[in-house]
């Protein structure tokens, strides 16, 4: 069993940068792929960016190519997300989660989940 807990949501202005961050316990991460998903109010839950076990391999959704940027350390069974030029469609609850397999987009490969934390972003 994995539990994930993320931090580093809150409040910023379009413009604005944040730094997410999930912490895994009760197994190690290695040779799980690590995605980042979000949901909107009243949206469904979508892909915004996914990381290999090694953190050789990274994949973005197009909305936030070039703006967002995936990283690991194994050895602090840690996971981050660096977001920058942050604007208002980006408002939303983060999640992370564990995949067994390489990096994927559907919600469904992913088998473990964190309890999300919210980033707001004002105009």
């Known amino acids: 069993q994995v539990q994930l807990v993320e931090s580093g949501g809150g409040l910023v202005q379009a413009g604005g940068s944040l730094r997410l961050s999930c912490v895994a316990s009760g197994r190690t991460l290695i040779r799980y792929a690590m995605g980042w998903f979000r949901q909107a109010p009243g949206k469904e839950r979508e892909f915004v960016a996914a990381i290999s076990w090694s953190g050789s391999g990274t994949y973005y959704a197009d909305s936030v190519k070039g703006r967002f940027t995936i990283s690991r350390d194994n050895a602090k069974n840690t996971v981050y997300m660096q977001m920058n030029n942050l604007n208002t469609e980006d408002t939303a609850v983060y999640y992370c989660?564990?995949?067994?397999?390489?990096?994927?987009?559907?919600?469904?490969?992913?088998?473990?989940w964190g309890q999300g934390t919210q980033v707001t972003v004002s105009s």
């Open positions: 989660a564990a995949a067994p397999s390489g990096i994927s987009t559907p919600l469904g490969n992913y088998d473990y």
